[in-house]
């Protein structure tokens, strides 16, 4: 019986992108990543090649190069049809490479009116715009009293950092990303010293499309 030829994978989005060996510790650094980005290569000079590249000429791309068919962005009729809660804000955060520059923002679903955008910080990732976009909503959402507004976030890890108060980022800090590390610890502080009581909800994309504040660059 011949044996199984070895395969090595990049990790460009992740917990900690690099090249690895196994796919044991490829699906280590992308289990519970948001929007994570990896691809499985038939040799160690491919992988290291790809990674050197970045992923946009790999991710989404089938062997053939065709890409992947795009996720649907669905209309306000069309979502409240699906069962989604129109009275709700949504959040998302972009991110150019991981780490790397970050936005975040937020949209009111009804009137898809863009509520706030934040950025580019250098040297984030996307789970910390995430957690920062949900803080930054609730902030204002307890301005103004709306403390029964749902608000969405595709991402579980970045909703699990809110309900947590800390924001759990391996990132370490540099020079570069202090600005976003001092964002960071002011949304901490604002979790701890805030009751707030609405509900985090996470956006089923494959049920209902991209989420509307999403930033349109997959």
């Known amino acids: 019986m ?7 994978y990049v ?7 690099g090249v690895y060996r ?3 510790a490829c699906q280590r650094e992308i289990n519970g990543f948001s929007e994570a980005r990896y691809k499985s ?3 160690l000079a491919a992988a290291e090649k790809a990674y050197a590249e970045g992923s946009e000429a790999y991710w989404g791309k089938n062997p053939a190069g065709r890409s992947k068919p795009k996720t649907p962005v669905r209309d306000r009729e069309e979502l409240a049809d699906l069962g989604v809660d129109m009275t709700a804000w949504c959040v998302d955060a972009a991110c150019k ?24 910080y250098p040297e984030g990732t996307v789970n910390i715009g995430e957690f920062l976009a949900i803080v930054h909503a ?3 959402l307890d301005h103004g009293q709306l403390g029964d507004t749902p608000i969405y976030s595709d991402s579980r890890i970045g909703i699990s950092w809110a309900k947590n108060g800390r924001c759990k980022t391996k ?4 020079k570069n990303n202090q600005q976003l590390f001092r964002l960071i610890a002011r949304a901490e502080k604002w979790l701890a010293e805030h009751h707030w009581q609405n509900p985090l909800l996470k956006w089923e994309t494959k049920r209902w499309g991209e989420i509307p504040a999403d930033f349109g660059r997959k």
């Open 97 to 120: 490479g991981n780490p790397g520059e970050l936005e975040y923002q937020g949209v009111e679903l009804a009137s898809g009116i863009n509520l706030f955008h934040r950025g580019p």
């Open 22 to 24: 196994t796919w044991d």
């Open 138 to 140: 609730l902030a204002l």
């Open 11 to 17: 990790v460009w989005q992740g917990h900690t992108p």
């Open 41 to 43: 290569f038939p040799s």
């Open 171 to 174: 990132l370490p800090q540099t």
């Open 2 to 8: 011949a044996k199984k030829k070895p395969k090595f």
